[in-house]
């Protein structure tokens, strides 16, 4: 595994508001929710190993934390990332419909939202005026030490917020997606009460209920919370380079099968509209098999599957 070179330079300026982005302000009521839903589920997953030690933990609430980790982080990779924001492939309505309400289970961003940022995270990476780039402030260990945390969640704190009208246009222009992205809230609550009300209606018990959205609902928000900021933070500092990137992207093993492939993300910066990361041998990529799946289904077409001739043209030899 290699690093990406760290330096003794002096830090880049910090980002500034361009006519392109209108960034507008965050409340700080927002900002308290989000920490909410940061430390919360955190400190589930803190707790969960004493309370799984012997008692706290039964086959009914590994399925319903497996189903709804899949679900929810599916619809944010294949949904909201590889279709929304990057048009990797078409869909027909109802799937449309379907991987953006799955997207919002996951308690990232409405639909809208995650794609506008994503957006300008692609348009900017790793230079100024990227949301979460962890090369932020600067080079040195210190600084990419704060960097590292800034790209990981500090970022969701900033006072400003990417605008949609900018970046996503296409998705504010969608009846559904607004739709959707308004009924955010109400995903929310779907996303934490669901498990508990499933887990207490298959084992008949409130102790079912309690053990639900302790491990369907805060647990599994959270590692779904941290596989994928890692994909901003960590997959930006180290691991493999085997495409040419004009950032500091790169391909982390460890974290392809419970990212779902994303963690192939040199691939991804070197070919953004690409439906696989994962096209080298060996590199497991569900995303795009789910993706897969659907074209075989007839709901995708149009599917933007690895060109040959392009890899060979970016891969470092």
């Known amino acids: 595994m290699t690093v990406a070179p760290v330096g003794t330079s002096s830090a880049p300026p910090r980002p500034q508001a361009r006519p392109e982005i209108e960034l507008t302000p965050k409340g700080n009521f927002e900002k308290v929710l989000m920490g909410i ?3 919360v589920p955190l400190l589930a997953v803190v707790a969960a190993v004493p309370f799984a030690w012997g ?3 039964g086959w009914t609430d590994l399925a319903i934390m497996f189903v709804f980790y899949a679900i929810s982080g599916l ?19 109802p799937l449309r419909i379907a991987m953006a309400i799955a997207g919002g289970l996951s308690i990232e961003m409405s639909v809208i939202d995650w794609v506008a940022v994503h957006r300008r995270h692609h348009k900017y990476s790793d230079q100024e005026n990227d949301p979460h780039s962890p090369w932020r402030f600067g080079t040195d260990w210190r600084a990419l030490t704060k960097g590292l ?9 900033d006072s400003a917020r990417t605008s949609p009208d900018k970046f996503c246009p296409d998705l504010v ?6 739709k959707i992205s308004r009924f955010f809230p109400g995903l929310v609550a779907i996303s934490l009460l669901l498990p508990a009300a499933l887990d207490g209606l298959i084992t008949m018990s409130w102790w ?11 647990v599994r928000i959270s590692l779904l919370h941290h ?16 495409f040419e990137a004009r950032d500091k992207s790169r391909n982390v093993w460890w974290l392809a099968i419970p ?59």
């Open 37 to 39: 839903f940061i430390a």
């Open 55 to 57: 008692w706290g933990l």
């Open 75 to 93: 619809g944010v990779t294949v949904g909201y990332h590889r279709h929304f924001t990057h048009g990797s492939f078409k869909a027909k309505r």
């Open 149 to 157: 945390y800034w790209a990981h969640m500090g970022w969701l704190f």
């Open 173 to 178: 222009a969608d009846k559904d997606m607004k």
């Open 208 to 218: 079912g209920v309690l053990t639900g959205f302790f491990w369907g609902s805060l």
């Open 227 to 242: 596989v994928t900021w890692s994909i901003n933070s960590i997959c930006h500092v180290m691991g493999e380079e085997e």
């Open 259 to 317: 990212s779902f492939g994303e963690s192939w993300h040199n691939l991804h910066h070197a070919d953004p509209t690409c439906a696989r990361h994962g096209v080298l041998k060996g590199q497991l990529d569900s995303s795009a098999r789910t993706i897969w799946a659907f074209e075989k289904l007839g709901w995708a077409w149009d599917v933007r599957w690895p060109n040959a001739d392009r890899l060979a043209s970016k891969q470092i030899s």
